[in-house]
């Protein structure tokens, strides 16, 4: 009896602790009552707030040389879009919308009195009613806060059956001029960054938007409107992305040939998958045809780059350049391979794959007169051996031969390996450096 009792005391204890931790939290829990109308001013055409952030001019006290303040509009009214909170209600679930519409609709609502704090959402509830079953003022709620660690603004808005955005913030602007913030940026506005950034550099982007903060923004740490480097990359990135058939490589590769092979043979570009070492081969019948026409008479460029995928495990690209047929057109690329290797068996296998298609299609052989690479070992060997089908010590040997001239034959049309020269210089002065 004794030990209940005193279990009993000791539970009491841990709730009245529990309540006075609740009441001591600075998140305070808003009222959703809906807000006395005499609180709220309008402009006399309804659709602009009470009190713009314009209008406070020369409010800006700084406390603090590290601390950015700012006296705002505490409460207003503006108008909710019509036609976004139709779509918004198209897609709610019980209380709850489902697409992120009205985030943007209630910031730009937001943002009409405070432009300097950086908002997050709490929470949002939605009325299930719907048109003339609405009894209810209120028909949707939601409340957030500012992101900056020192601010202590939050908000409280709701929209009535007329679609009325009704706006009230607590607490005062008060940011250190080191945070800067922004918001998660969602919906319609990410779907137009994707498109922007197809094309334009993200640092481009970033240094534009920038520009156009005024002094006050600035200084504020908002960034809302301003993304930094590492979000417009990543928004890039989802807009590069190609949908594959399948989450795994390798069967979304073969999935790939599959389609390719029964859409049509001509225009099939994947022609080989390799597993070990991992890697693809892409060529089509017509660009073996142009390499076949241009190799007689031109020059073959055969280059690498280990650049492909940063900051993961190294991807080489390969490719068989050719001077474009048409006068004026950038270099055309006759052959990739795609590898995580680089060596010579793979580089061979590479051009050799690549000449025998060419064989199949043009029995007559066709040879460049020039090849040219970099200084890679692994593609000076290759060439020479899978090209010229001689090792690289009779290759030196037959040059050699003829610098001296003590080759009595023509070579006039025997193959001939050149190093680009810009790659030549660029190792002779890291040699030199190094010595
Ligand atoms: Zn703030």
Known sequence: ??????????????????????????????????????????????????????????????????????????????????????????????????????????????????????????????????????????????????????????????????????????GEIHHLLSEKSSRYITGAERESLKTTLKNKLPRLHYLEKLSELDAETRQSGCRDSCPSKAVLKKIRYESRKIKTPHDNVWLSLEKIKEEQCKCSLENATLQVIMLDPPGAIFYSKRSMEILHAVCKRDILYIDATGGVILGQERCYAYELVIRHPIQGNPPFAAATLISWSHNIPSISHFINTVWNAQRKLFPARSFPPLVMCDGSMALINAIIISLFKESLRSYLLRCWEIVTGKRNTSFVHEPFLHLCASHFMKNAKRLVRKT
């Not at 305070?28 to 209008?55: H, K, R, Y």
């Not at 079953?133 to 007329?162: A, M, P």
């Open 1 to 170: 009896m004794l030990h209940n009792l005193s279990t009993l005391c000791v539970s009491i204890w841990y709730m009245l602790i529990s309540a006075y931790t609740v009441l001591q939290t600075d998140c305070p829990i808003p009222n959703f009552d809906l807000f006395d109308d005499e609180e709220w001013s309008v402009m006399p055409d309804g659709t602009s707030s009470s009190c713009s952030p314009a209008q406070h001019g020369d409010d800006t006290e700084i406390t603090s040389v590290n601390v950015f303040t700012k006296a705002f509009a505490k409460h207003g009214k503006v108008w909710f879009a019509r036609s976004i909170w139709s779509q918004c209600r198209a897609t709610q679930k019980g209380r709850q919308f489902t697409n992120d519409m009205w985030r943007d609709e209630v910031l730009k609502g937001l943002k009409t009195f405070n432009g300097f704090c950086s908002f997050s959402f709490r929470r949002h509830s939605v009325t299930l009613c719907q048109g003339k079953k609405i009894r209810s003022l209120t028909v949707f709620r939601c409340e957030g806060y500012c992101k900056f660690s020192t601010c202590d603004v939050t908000f409280n808005c709701q929209v009535t059956r007329d679609l009325r955005l009704l706006v009230k913030f607590k």
